[in-house]
């Protein structure tokens, strides 16, 4: 008799090496994508996205689809962000952006709406609960107007929540507009931690929100943890993962924060001389991964942790794990569609990105145009190269033998110059090859950004490349 999936007992599947971080870890991409989206041409327009679409409705295929809406205004601003997002207590704004909101879903539901059930749906920003219970209702009942969604009990509807700005009674109509997973940030419970990042947030604030979505019947609750922030130390965060796992959520994100003031000018507000050090960051990562598995938590990859009855490691047993834009998803074969200022849709084999600005979002569907700024069309490299990057960042394994089935080619020769890098990594322990399989080891789990950078032809020379200067977190 097969043994059901949240029977299977789960072991600490990573290994923190410290002086193997020490000497690996560089800059790169988080592969929410493959090709990244710096790499996103402006050439690519409305014209491009459409002829994706045709493509994809001549196929016949009927695939599931995946809604993204982007609400970009916050009430105040957190110093350690590096969203797109407007900081302004003018509601007033919130009613004009839906406006033109409406009219990009109106036009994106005439092209997909009769073509796929939504069965995945994410309301990130910014802070999605900006907007007002009716002005959220009203929003939802737009959507469900152009595209059929499917049941509570087969979709999966989250929302990204500030505790700071809605009630118990708030999460409870949250849950009967019909979201059934919700996130939301906590970063570090320490108070002189919340004040230097700008982001007073009471414990029994958090608590309060946590335990209103459980008796709401939310069906997944997903917190967001930082280390590396001003004035946090090992003890802020033993105490913050203390209260952390007693709260019992389901998932868990544990994200190294990336000081990049250059690039983020929220960052440049915080004071430099109170960041901790990258051996206390180092000795704060390896705390997280010890409390956290220890209490049971699923090491799912890219700072993710989940409970081993949660549908994402269920999802990575079975191997039908997928990333995108909004992380980890069970959604692998999905159509992503997004909407909204700077937010980013996978139709077939392309990427397209929605203006980054209000005024020129607007602009565009003014004209009568979807507010593509710029996108790419998948070569057949690029899509190998995404298959490879995604097998490895889900599942931690590729089949050699299966990936030369699906494409016609010899992956010694393919790869030659790949496996000279993957070879070194090997010696270093980070992971395994043989003919068949390609194996990444618990200490090169950590590790995967670097080991899915080998195969990204835009970093290694082999695709043009953008005179500018990349820049990337690091890897730890």
């Known amino acids: 008799m097969a043994v059901p999936a949240t029977a299977i007992p789960h072991s600490p599947t990573v290994q923190f090496d410290a002086a193997l971080i020490r000497k690996l870890s560089r800059q790169g991409p988080r592969y929410t994508s493959y090709p990244t989206a710096d790499r996103f041409a402006d050439s690519f327009g409305m014209g491009d996205y459409l002829q994706a679409v045709n493509q994809v409705r001549a196929l016949g295929a009927r695939n ?5 809406v982007h609400i970009p205004f916050c009430d105040k601003l957190c110093y350690y962000c590096a969203c797109n997002k407007v900081i302004t207590k003018n509601r007033s704004k919130a009613e004009v952006y839906l406006t033109y909101l409406k009219r990009e879903i109106d036009m994106q539901g005439k092209l997909m709406g009769d073509m796929n059930i939504v069965t995945q749906l994410h309301f990130g920003g910014g802070t999605p609960t900006y907007l007002s219970d009716e002005q959220m209702g009203e929003l939802l009942a737009h959507l469900r107007s152009r595209f059929r969604f499917a049941n509570d009990d087969d979709g999966e509807f989250s ?6 700005t809605v009630t118990p009674e708030r999460v409870r109509t949250l849950r009967n507009q019909g979201f ?5 940030g906590v970063q570090d419970f320490d108070i002189d931690v919340q004040k230097a990042v700008n982001r007073i947030q009471p414990e029994e604030v958090t608590l309060a929100v946590m335990n209103a979505a459980r008796e709401a019947g939310f069906r997944s609750i997903s917190i967001d943890l930082i280390y590396g922030l001003p004035k946090q130390t090992l003890m802020t965060m033993e ?3 203390g209260k952390v796992i007693a709260a ?7 994200y190294n924060y990336a000081h990049m003031p250059a690039l983020f000018k929220p960052q440049r507000r915080i004071n430099e001389d109170e960041l901790p050090n990258a051996e206390t960051k180092l000795d704060m990562l390896s705390l997280c991964i010890r409390r956290l598995t220890a209490a049971g938590y699923v090491y799912i990859g890219m700072d993710h942790f989940a409970k081993p009855d949660d549908d994402l490691a269920i999802a990575q047993r079975q191997g039908r794990l ?25 139709v077939g084999s392309t990427y397209s990105q929605n203006e980054k600005t209000l005024e020129a979002y607007y602009e565009r569907i003014e004209q009568g145009e979807l507010p593509i700024a710029r996108g790419t069309r998948l070569s057949v490299d690029d899509l190998l190269r995404r298959v ?22 010899s992956f010694a020769k393919y790869f030659e110059t790949e496996l000279e890098q993957l070879r070194v990594m090997e010696a270093d322990g980070l992971l395994s090859i043989d003919d068949d399989w390609l194996t990444v080891s618990p200490k090169g789990r ?10 990204d032809s835009y970093l290694n020379g082999k695709q043009e490349v953008k005179p500018e200067r990349l820049r990337y977190s690091k890897t730890i």
């Open 180 to 184: 059934n997973r919700i996130s939301f």
């Open 388 to 409: 490879i990057i995604q097998m490895l960042m889900c599942n931690f394994e590729l089949s050699i033998r299966s990936l030369e089935l699906a494409y016609p080619i």
């Open 248 to 254: 019992n959520p389901d998932r868990i994100s544990v």
């Open 239 to 241: 105490q913050t993962l």
């Open 322 to 346: 997928h990333r995108n834009f909004q992380g980890y998803s069970t959604h692998a074969d999905a159509e992503m569609v997004s909407v909204g200022v700077s937010a980013i849709s996978s």
């Open 64 to 68: 599931p689809l995946s809604l993204y």
């Open 446 to 455: 950590l590790l995967i950004r670097n080991i899915c950078m080998v195969f």
């Open 159 to 164: 929302i990204e929540i500030d505790p700071r």
